[in-house]
């Protein structure tokens, strides 16, 4: 296990140009992330923030640069390395994503049957554990279309948490959902990190869960392409003299 300096970088970011074609989306992004910390990445529509989720889990590689996870380089690793980094992520993607023909337990299951072959029954025990864990205890066999749009995004938490991530990818979490379902998927964020240790990278505009939830945090302008600041949020309110950030953080009261 890494010890408490490697803590300081769990997650870096180096460097890292994101582009499709000749379009540059965001330049030189640079960045670490804690253990056990949340880290919100925010910005304006279209900067790139689910771009740049994307490209930390492998879903899309990034025109330079590259992301660390406890030392390790993801794009100029093996095929087989990239493979055992991300067996230590969780996603979840807006929406949750959850698969409307199967029950609760069986998309949380489904990662467990499919990437690490556990037996359906084991599989499910740990389902029902993982919705428990969510607060869901006693909707396992209920589907997605008969609960609430805060549950199904709790519900793909726990599907998140099905393989025991040391990493959890959030984009968009609270997008649709009412203030109190909002709110209190904040709370089960917090708690799971202090629960059970879980670094979290947060992409969301939602200003009440930014000041929430957030650790550290930075802010992406899709106009110049690139990271403009860098800071726990409260003090980047604070202290930015950057207009599009300081509009951004000045949207609403918050306490």
């Not at 923030?49 to 992301?67: C, W």
């Not at 499919?114 to 084991?122: A, D, F, I, M």
């Amino acid at each position: 296990m890494p010890g408490p300096a490697a803590d300081t970088d769990f997650v870096a970011v180096d460097a890292m140009t994101m582009a499709y074609g000749s379009f540059v989306v965001q330049e030189n992004v640079s960045f670490s992330i804690r253990r056990g910390s949340v880290f919100v990445v925010m910005g304006d529509s279209g900067s790139g923030k689910s771009t740049l989720l994307r490209h930390m889990i492998g879903l899309d590689r990034p025109a330079k640069g590259d992301v660390r996870y406890a030392g390790t380089p993801f794009w100029s690793s093996t095929e087989a390395e990239q493979r055992r980094l991300r067996r230590r992520f969780g996603v979840l993607f807006q929406g949750a994503g959850l698969l409307s023909s199967m029950t609760l337990a069986e998309n949380i299951s489904l990662p467990l049957v499919q990437h690490l072959r556990v037996p359906r029954g084991e599989a499910r025990e740990v389902a029902v554990t993982k919705l428990e864990l969510v607060g869901l205890g006693g909707f396992e066999d209920s589907y997605p279309s008969q609960v609430s749009g805060g549950m199904r995004n709790r519900a793909g938490l726990a599907r998140a948490l099905s393989l025991d991530p040391d990493i959890l990818f959030l984009d968009e979490p609270s997008a649709g959902l009412d203030p109190l379902s909002a709110r209190h998927l904040d709370d089960l964020i917090l708690e799971l990190r202090s629960s059970l240790g879980t670094t979290f990278l947060v992409v969301t505009h939602e200003l009440p869960s930014i000041f929430a939830i957030a650790d550290d945090a930075i802010f992406l302008d899709g106009e110049r392409h690139r990271m403009v600041a860098h800071g726990p949020p409260r003090e980047m309110a604070a202290t930015t003299t950057d207009p599009k950030v300081k509009a951004f953080l000045e949207r609403g009261q918050y306490p």
